[in-house]
């Protein structure tokens, strides 16, 4: 189970930091992800991090701003997203898959509910 928050209501140039806790699972058996959808748009990917956190990817879109790390000790990944622009308006979702990290929605089987960045212009 796979539980997101840390959305909320941010000026352009603003900073938040969402944070995803898993449980009833071994946390660092799992690639962790984020994707997220703005309105009327499908949902995209954002970020990604291997089992240890060593490696990571980011969408083109993120990339510079946003931050994902992770925490196994704690079973919780992060995104420090920072300079938000108003086009980072979505819901954001937290995402699992065992092995290797990947940047593919469908490969992702499990989800967190999504919170909501709003980035105002």
């Known amino acids: 189970q796979l539980q997101a928050f840390g959305g909320g209501l941010v000026q352009a140039g603003g900073s938040l930091r969402l944070s995803c806790a898993a449980s009833g699972r071994t946390f660092g058996n799992y690639a962790m992800g984020w994707f997220r959808q703005a309105p009327g748009r499908e949902r995209e990917f954002v970020s990604a991090i291997t089992r240890s956190g060593i490696m990571t990817y980011y969408a083109d879109s993120v990339k510079g701003r946003f931050t994902i790390s992770r925490d196994n000790a704690k079973n919780t990944v992060y995104l420090q997203m920072n300079s938000l622009k108003f086009e980072d308006t979505a819901v954001y979702y937290c995402?699992?898959?065992?092995?290797?990290?990947?940047?593919?929605?469908?490969?992702?089987?499990?989800w967190g509910q999504g919170t909501l960045v709003t980035v105002s212009s």
């Open positions: 995402a699992a898959k065992p092995g290797v990290a990947s940047k593919v929605l469908d490969d992702f089987g499990s």
